[in-house]
T-cell receptor
Framework: GAGVSQTPSNKVTEKGKYVELRCDPI?????LYWYRQSLGQGPEFLIY????????DSGLPNDRFFAVRPEGSVSTLKIQRTERGDSAVYLC?????????????FGPGTRLTVT | DAKTTQPTSMDCAEGRAANLPCNHS???????VYWYRQIHSQGPQYIIH???NNETNEMASLIITEDRKSSTLILPHATLRDTAVYYC?????????????FGKGTRLSVIA
């Protein structure tokens, strides 16, 4: 079946611009996560949705970062006034409700480059 | 911060068993050990998890020491496609929908 998809796969933007990154989770998965991965590092948690609401946004680095999931399916990560330090691979993952196992299914990521 | 320590890198000959160690000396009684791997340019992929008993599935085996302070992921017959970064993660039981905390992982290179 279809896995988690993310668009675009690559995004190049200029410093100071606004960007949106999209995540389509596996159908029926109620939990959705955003992570950020810098070169040579493991993924770093940003925000987690349970349904439409953000259950935990403690990983967002500052108020330039915002994410929404208005209908409990597709999610968009929004970054305002981008900085060169925002360059990274942004990963999205989803998981079913209440499995207890906690297996998360990851998308291929969006590589963001801020010039 | 990650609660695990892993070697930075390891090599393994193709067809041989790959044994990837992980130390988690501060693990709590209600924390599971999870393993994920990340092949180049892909998102992480779940491999296996366990609490205190050894576990095996179609991908790998997980051996957890009796004191639960360390574990080993075993790929019984490594292939070139197993070349990846392997992450060992500890996580509270029953927390099916909480975020994963990744360290830097072990970069496994399978050599022909």
């Amino acid at each position: 079946g279809a896995g988690v998809s993310q668009t675009p796969s690559n995004k190049v933007t200029e410093k100071g611009k606004y960007v949106e990154l999209r995540c389509d989770p596996i159908s029926g998965h109620t939990a959705l996560y955003w992570y950020r991965q810098s070169l040579g590092q493991g993924p770093e948690f940003l925000i987690y949705f349970q349904g439409t609401g953000a259950a935990d946004d403690s990983g967002l680095p500052n108020d330039r970062f915002f994410a929404v999931r208005p209908e409990g399916s597709v999610s968009t990560l929004k970054i305002q006034r981008t900085e060169r330090g925002d360059s990274a691979v942004y990963l999205c993952a989803s998981s079913p409700q209440g499995t207890g196992v906690g297996e998360q299914y990851f998308g291929p990521g969006t590589r963001l480059t801020v010039t | 911060d990650a609660k695990t320590t892993q070697p930075t890198s390891m090599d393994c000959a193709e067809g041989r068993a790959a044994n990837l160690p992980c130390n988690h000396s501060t693990i709590s009684g209600n924390e599971y050990v999870y393993w994920y791997r990340q092949i180049h340019s892909q998102g992480p992929q779940y491999i296996i998890h366990g609490l205190k008993n050894n576990e095996t599935n179609e991908m790998a085996s997980l051996i957890i020491t009796e004191d639960r302070k360390s574990s080993t992921l075993i790929l019984p017959h490594a292939t070139l496609r197993d070349t990846a970064v392997y992450y060992c993660i500890v996580r509270v039981a029953g927390s099916g929908n909480t975020p994963l905390v990744f360290g830097k992982g072990t970069r496994l290179s399978v050599i022909a």
